[in-house]
Nanobody, 117 residues
């Protein structure tokens, strides 16, 4: 059973960079041909797919967030990460990591990130 766990700071100040890590267990992030995604849900709004990193390390991002988003991975730790630059209060959301691209087979529990001074 694949399990994912997000970790992050909880609170980020406006204009700073948000960094989140997803630790995967029960499966390797390098296994063909899986995608590993980040998704967020602002309070009272729907889910928003942010981007994904593939089993080979290539990345794809949502056009609306591409200029501020970067994803990477550490295969030795079986982790993948999200960086979101220049955050504003509108980036306050529950952030999820998941396995999948068009449909998510496994999800983390999510972590609430609040952007506030």
């Amino acid at each position: 059973q694949v399990q994912l766990q997000e970790s992050g700071p909880g609170l980020v100040k406006p204009s700073q960079t948000l960094s989140l890590t997803c630790t995967v267990s029960g499966g390797s992030i390098t296994t063909n041909y899986y995608y590993w995604s980040w998704i967020r849900q602002p309070p009272g709004k729907g889910l928003e797919w942010m981007g994904a990193i593939t089993y080979s390390g290539s990345t794809t991002y949502s056009p609306s967030l591409k200029s501020r988003t970067s994803m990477s991975r550490d295969t030795s730790k079986n982790q993948f990460t999200l960086q979101l630059n220049s955050v504003t209060p509108e980036d306050t959301a529950v952030y999820y990591c998941a396995r999948g691209y068009y449909g998510m087979a496994y999800w983390g529990e999510g972590t609430l990130i609040t952007v506030s001074s």
